[in-house]
């Protein structure tokens, strides 16, 4: 166990080698074990595995939401900043911030899963469709993906509703609103990513997702601490990219944007 696991070397050794294990592609496994996931022969979970079926249900659910609050928020924002509704639009923002997803969750479940079947209530489908899973495709990976992306997105999209409506109040001008939307849009992203990522455990254990939420509570619960290191650097690697790949979209898109990000001013040349 320690000559595979390079214990011996020094620590940034040890570190470059746990990341390529990590990310790695190992099917060197024999039977899935109690998570589902396929194990070595040394008994260590097969992080390709965990890639392969916990990243995508949460990448789905992470990017639905944020594509659904945004969607929902910046239409309202829009409306509600042509419009004197101060006193008015408070109350229902306010009261969907209130609301706790979990019981937002169980009560869509109840009402739309359970009593009038429109959707379904728990699991997670593929978007593509394959002959070894059990549901695949893009009418059931939305069907089986809206309670959860439902319930995460009620309280985001009356928060964007009003950040989004003040930034465009205070706006002089149409450029100025462009911007400070695309501004809204970017620090959005870049935070509210990583941030799902930690939320989705919460609608993953409620609806049976099988993402690296549900994978870390699972992983936590059964004292595997392998499989929870695992779970977590994925998580935070997801985040960090996310926020590298705004920044450099958004730079490229605004100057304006990519000068107020300077942290340290150039130097300029002495004459």
């Given at each position: 166990m320690s000559r595979e696991l390079h214990l011996g070397a020094p620590l940034h050794e040890q570190y470059?080698?746990?990341?390529?294990?990590?990310?790695?592609?190992?099917?060197?496994?024999?039977?899935?074990?109690?998570?589902?996931?396929?194990?070595?022969?040394?008994g260590l979970p097969d992080t390709g595995a965990i890639a392969r079926q916990a990243i995508p249900p949460t990448l789905?659910?992470?990017?639905?939401?944020?594509?659904?609050?945004?969607?929902?928020?910046?239409?309202?924002?829009?409306?509600?900043?042509k419009k004197p509704w101060r006193k008015v639009y408070g109350l229902p923002i306010y009261f969907a911030v209130g609301l706790l997803p979990v019981w937002v969750g169980l009560e869509l479940?109840?009402?739309?899963?359970?009593?009038?079947?429109?959707?379904p209530v728990a699991n997670y489908c593929s978007f593509f469709a394959s002959g070894d899973e059990p549901c695949g495709g893009l009418v059931?990976?939305?069907?089986?993906?809206?309670?959860?992306?439902?319930?995460l997105s009620l309280?985001?999209?009356?928060?964007?509703?009003?950040?989004?409506?003040?930034?465009?109040?205070?706006?002089?001008?149409?450029?100025?609103?462009?911007?400070?939307?695309l501004l809204f849009?970017?620090?959005?992203?870049?935070?509210?990513?990583?941030?799902l990522i930690g939320l989705s455990v919460f609608v993953e254990a409620s609806f049976g997702v099988p993402g690296l939420g549900r994978l870390t509570l699972i992983s936590y619960q059964a004292q595997d601490l392998v499989l929870l290191q695992s779970a977590v650097l994925y998580a935070a690697l997801l985040g960090i990219a996310a926020?590298?790949?705004v920044?450099?979209?958004?730079?490229?898109?605004?100057?304006?944007?990519?000068?107020?990000?300077?942290?340290?001013?150039?130097?300029?040349?002495?004459?």
């Open positions: 470059v080698s746990y990341m390529g294990r990590l990310l790695a592609h190992q099917t060197a496994g024999t039977s899935p074990n109690q998570y589902g996931v396929a194990q070595r022969r040394s789905s659910v992470v990017i639905l939401t944020l594509a659904l609050s945004l969607g929902v928020g910046g239409l309202a924002g829009f409306v509600l900043a479940s109840y009402y739309l899963g359970v009593k009038w079947g429109v959707v059931n990976w939305i069907k089986h993906l809206i309670l959860p992306v439902v319930t309280a985001l999209a009356a928060v964007y509703t009003r950040m989004i409506r003040a930034g465009l109040v205070r706006a002089a001008s149409d450029r100025e609103r462009r911007r400070a939307f849009l970017a620090r959005v992203a870049a935070f509210d990513f990583g941030a926020s590298f790949l920044d450099v979209l958004v730079a490229a898109l605004d100057p304006g944007v990519r000068n107020e990000w300077r942290f340290v001013a150039r130097p300029t040349r002495a004459t």
